[in-house]
């Protein structure tokens, strides 16, 4: 009956969602090639002195297996052009940028996807004509041009740098600018390689501009709800309930009950509410301090901070 109940206010309940604002962001990233932190890391990996003893012991390896003094100086000074040969074309970062533009997108489409929200907040806004994309497109050029109020159709600029990464085994260093209109900017790096790189970055936006931020306020049942968090503004721990009851009752709010608790971790993490997950939390029941432990159904997940094989619990504030 309760389950029948829960699922009713979540029918009829109609979340005001409280998280990091709308981010159209312009279609068109702009890639800046960095250092090659590659070549650097091998140009001073290594003194002269240490170079030269590498290069010496390699040769004596050669000639020890049969090689000619001439021919193992050859072979090293081949083995050398074949391994600049490939650096060389591994820097020649041909469309380099595209790779990374699109990837990204694609990335981030696959998390909404993945994790559907009720309000998509992240878009990708083209501010031409689609004559003239599809133009750019054709000619091999990059798409659009910046108009001079840019920043009333969209919320940011994005812009990027990409270099080889130091560890020289195919790696590439990835960071993405946002630019916000009051100039602000908003930073996310990785590395990895360039099919995948993109991947990790397009999760940080995504939480970033998705997950819950506090205050929240859900509306259930014709009475609204708002969610504090806690003092540093996220999800607290603690090691007693009753230390978590008073830090809310400081912020004027106080602990959820368990219907509560489940209610809004029904909306989950990206739609104004908090996830239970597999975690332990810190709950009112009455004017006592309990906990929700979700493991632990039979006959309710409802116990007193001793009944529960652990210290260490979640919590946020309501009001």
């Given at each position: 009956?309760k389950?029948k109940?829960?699922?009713?206010?979540?029918l009829?309940?109609?979340?005001?969602?409280?998280?990091?604002?709308?981010?159209?962001?312009?279609?068109?990233?702009?890639?800046?090639?960095?250092?090659?932190?590659?070549?650097?890391?091998?140009?001073?990996?290594?003194?002269?002195?240490?170079?030269m003893?590498?290069?010496?012991?390699?040769?004596s390896?050669?000639?020890?297996?049969?090689?000619?003094g001439?021919?193992?100086?050859e072979?090293?000074?081949a083995?050398?052009?074949?391994y600049?040969?490939?650096?060389?074309?591994?820097?020649?970062?041909?469309?380099m940028?595209?790779?990374?533009?699109?990837?990204l997108?694609?990335?981030?489409?696959?998390?909404?996807?993945?994790?559907p929200?009720?309000?998509?907040?992240?878009?990708?806004?083209?501010?031409?004509?689609i004559?003239?994309?599809?133009?750019?497109?054709n000619?091999?050029q990059?798409?659009g041009?910046?108009?001079?109020?840019?920043?009333?159709?969209?919320?940011?600029?994005?812009?990027?740098?990409?270099?080889?990464?130091?560890?020289c085994?195919?790696?590439?260093?990835?960071?993405?600018?946002?630019?916000?209109?009051?100039?602000?900017?908003?930073?996310?790096?990785?590395?990895?390689?360039?099919?995948?790189?993109?991947?990790q970055?397009?999760?940080?936006?995504?939480?970033?501009?998705?997950?819950?931020?506090?205050?929240?306020?859900i509306?259930?049942?014709?009475?609204?709800?708002?969610?504090?968090?806690t003092?540093?503004?996220s999800?607290g721990?603690?090691?007693d309930?009753?230390?978590?009851?008073r830090?809310c009752?400081?912020?004027?709010?106080?602990?959820?009950?368990?219907?509560?608790l489940?209610?809004?971790?029904?909306?989950?993490?990206w739609?104004?509410?908090?996830?239970?997950?597999?975690?332990?939390?810190a709950?009112?029941?009455?004017?006592?301090?309990?906990?929700?432990?979700?493991?632990?159904r039979?006959?309710?997940?409802?116990?007193?901070?001793?009944?529960?094989?652990?210290?260490?619990?979640?919590?946020?504030?309501?009001?």
């Amino acid at each position: 009956m309760k389950i029948k109940v829960l699922l009713l206010l979540f029918l009829v309940a109609a979340p005001t969602l409280s998280s990091a604002k709308s981010a159209n962001i312009w279609a068109s990233i702009p890639f800046i090639r960095g250092a090659d932190l590659c070549q650097y890391n091998q140009a001073y990996s290594q003194t002269r002195s240490e170079y030269m003893h590498d290069m010496t012991s390699m040769a004596s390896e050669l000639m020890g297996a049969g090689a000619k003094g001439k021919e193992a100086l050859e072979m090293l000074v081949a083995f050398d052009a074949l391994y600049d040969k490939n650096l060389r074309l591994a820097m020649q970062y041909k469309y380099m940028d595209v790779t990374l533009e699109n990837t990204l997108k694609s990335y981030l489409d696959s998390y909404y996807l993945s994790f559907p929200v009720r309000e998509r907040k992240v878009r990708f806004k083209h501010m031409n004509d689609i004559r003239s994309i599809i133009r750019a497109v054709n000619n091999g050029q990059r798409v659009g041009n910046m108009p001079a109020d840019s920043y009333s159709l969209v919320d940011y600029i994005a812009y990027g740098s990409y270099s080889l990464a130091p560890n020289c085994n195919g790696n590439i260093q990835v960071t993405i600018t946002l630019v916000g209109s009051d100039g602000f900017t908003k930073n996310f790096q990785d590395l990895g390689k360039p099919s995948v790189v993109m991947s990790q970055i397009a999760s940080r936006i995504f939480e970033t501009f998705e997950r819950t931020q506090f205050p929240s306020t859900i509306n259930m049942n014709g009475r609204s709800i708002t969610l504090l968090g806690t003092p540093n503004g996220s999800i607290g721990d603690t090691f007693d309930p009753r230390d978590a009851m008073r830090t809310c009752s400081y912020m004027g709010g106080r602990l959820p009950n368990s219907t509560e608790l489940e209610m809004i971790s029904a909306y989950g993490d990206w739609n104004g509410g908090v996830g239970i997950g597999q975690s332990v939390w810190a709950i009112a029941q009455g004017s006592s301090a309990m906990v929700y432990h979700p493991g632990l159904r039979n006959p309710s997940p409802v116990r007193s901070m001793h009944a529960v094989n652990t210290r260490n619990f979640k919590y946020y504030c309501v009001r």
